[in-house]
């Protein structure tokens, strides 16, 4: 679909993707839980197959639907890569939907009416997060201090220490360097940053660190570089000055003999070096930064609404967007308290947008997940103490939440070890978002609502 529309998949379109596939397994995962509950009541398992689907329809669809507006507003709002991130989360919310609704329940059919057997868990997993009994309402006040701490040291390190930039905000120059054979982009990041690094301490003029983003650009013997150095000063001896930089770093990965500066930065006459050169302003950046900051703003406004109209309440709303301001929060200050210590870029540039965009999209499913738990538990306990059915909702959705964050977190392990340098920063950012966000919606987002709703609940009751 995103080639027959011609779309560009840029980094935070990847995530996009990451975050599809996420609500994808969730979407299985919740309709197989339901179907082992199904299973466990006594029914058979064609009828349990069929109340399973049935019963997960209610959560899949509100989660989705959920993260599909989120979605839409950021695409209509947004610019750059926002706008490719939104994209490929539309198209792949849409197919997530088709597949583990419809395409599963086709081989399911199918299967039992050729009468084979379909089982749902084995010997391990049978009774695993099965019968809990634990009063997460009851350790509110924990979970309430903890993140308070967490918020206020991310507060902190965001107004003291703040952030690295990337070339995304910051501008730079960017040269495409053509080599006569093929290279990586790891090695020449390595040389590159250790020549620009050599520069600016050996220049008292030059106040900031020098970073250089590399990318492959085509094929494998072909590299597009976008260094910092100097990006203040626009005189040609500057430039002059970079490409030296830049020549000293990379005449070693070329073959030829006698490479010298005139060849690296004249390719009239010789096919390889710089094939082109261009100034990076952060402008730019900070018109995408601008957009991206209204498209969130806009997506959390009608995240809330959605939520409050479909749970017929206004704290349900309040619990799901504090879930995410906590999750968001935390996420950013980490990326300002670690930038610089962690031996991987946490710079902010579009890997960051990227990072908290799919955090939203992927904490709010959790969280509506079990909001509508705990509404099927309202209707079917209506004379029930409203803690007892939270906590129940709570304890009966532990099975998904586990299965559903370590299978994501699996995914975003083997990116973050074996992704490469560039991703590293998006999968590690991932791995903390769902972390803290899967945290967040039981031990933040329910209890805010429950609060909320219990202050309004005796607030009526009083009038």
């Not at 919310?93 to 329940?105: A, P």
């Not at 070693?252 to 070096?273: A, C, I, R, V």
């Not at 791995?431 to 329910?446: K, N, P, Q």
């Amino acid at each position: 679909t995103l080639v027959s529309f011609g779309a560009v998949l840029t980094l935070p379109g990847i995530a996009g993707l990451v975050l599809t596939l996420g609500m994808a397994v969730d979407a299985n995962v919740i309709i197989y839980e339901r179907i082992k509950e199904e299973l466990r009541a006594g029914k058979g398992l064609g009828k349990a197959v069929a109340d399973g689907y049935s019963n997960a329809y209610s959560a899949i669809i509100d989660g989705q639907i959920t993260t599909l507006l989120t979605g839409i507003v950021l695409f209509v709002f947004g610019s750059g890569p926002v706008q490719g991130f939104a994209t490929t989360l539309i198209i792949g919310i849409i197919t997530s939907i088709l597949t583990s609704v419809f395409i599963t329940r086709i081989i399911f059919d199918d299967r039992l009416a050729k009468g084979k057997n379909i089982t749902f868990d084995n010997k391990l997993t049978r009774n695993f997060l099965q019968n809990t009994k634990v009063d997460f309402i009851g350790k509110k006040k924990i979970a309430y201090i903890v993140s308070g701490a967490l918020i206020l040291i991310s507060l902190v390190s965001i107004f003291t220490k703040g952030f690295t930039y990337g070339v995304d905000f910051t501008g730079g120059r960017t040269y495409v360097v053509r080599f006569d054979a093929p290279v990586t982009a790891e090695d020449v990041r390595t040389a590159v940053n250790d020549a620009f690094a050599v520069a600016v301490a050996n220049d008292t003029t030059v106040t900031t660190n020098a970073s250089a983003e590399v990318k492959q650009f085509g094929s494998d013997n072909q590299m597009k570089i976008t260094t910092t150095y100097k990006v203040d000063q626009e005189s040609t001896d500057v430039d002059a000055e970079v490409i030296a930089i830049l020549y000293s770093a990379l005449k070693d990965k070329f073959s030829q003999e006698n490479f010298e500066l005139s060849d690296f930065e004249n390719t009239q006459e010789n096919p390889f070096g710089i094939v082109s050169s261009d100034k990076v302003g952060p402008t730019i950046a900070n018109d995408i930064t601008r957009s991206a900051f209204i498209a969130v703003i806009l997506a959390l406004i009608v995240i809330f609404g959605y939520i409050a109209i479909r749970f017929r309440g206004w704290t349900w709303g309040l619990g799901g967007v504090v879930g995410l301001a906590h999750t968001a929060i935390i996420v950013i200050g980490f990326f300002s308290l670690f930038s610089g210590i962690l031996p991987f870029s946490l710079d902010i540039d579009q890997t960051f947008i990227a990072a908290i965009l799919t955090i939203i999209g992927y904490a709010i499913n959790d969280t509506v997940v079990i909001f509508d738990r705990i509404r099927e538990y309202k209707t079917l306990h209506p004379k029930a103490d409203f803690r007892q059915n939270v906590n129940e909702a709570l304890n009966s959705t532990l099975s998904r939440t586990m299965n559903t964050s370590l299978t994501t977190l699996v995914t975003m392990l083997a990116i973050a070890i074996f992704g490469g340098e560039v991703i590293r920063g998006l999968a590690v950012a991932l791995i903390l978002g769902i972390v803290i966000g899967t945290y967040a919606s039981i031990f933040i987002a329910t209890p805010i609502m429950f609060d909320v709703t219990k202050k309004a609940e005796a607030k009526k009751a009083s009038k």
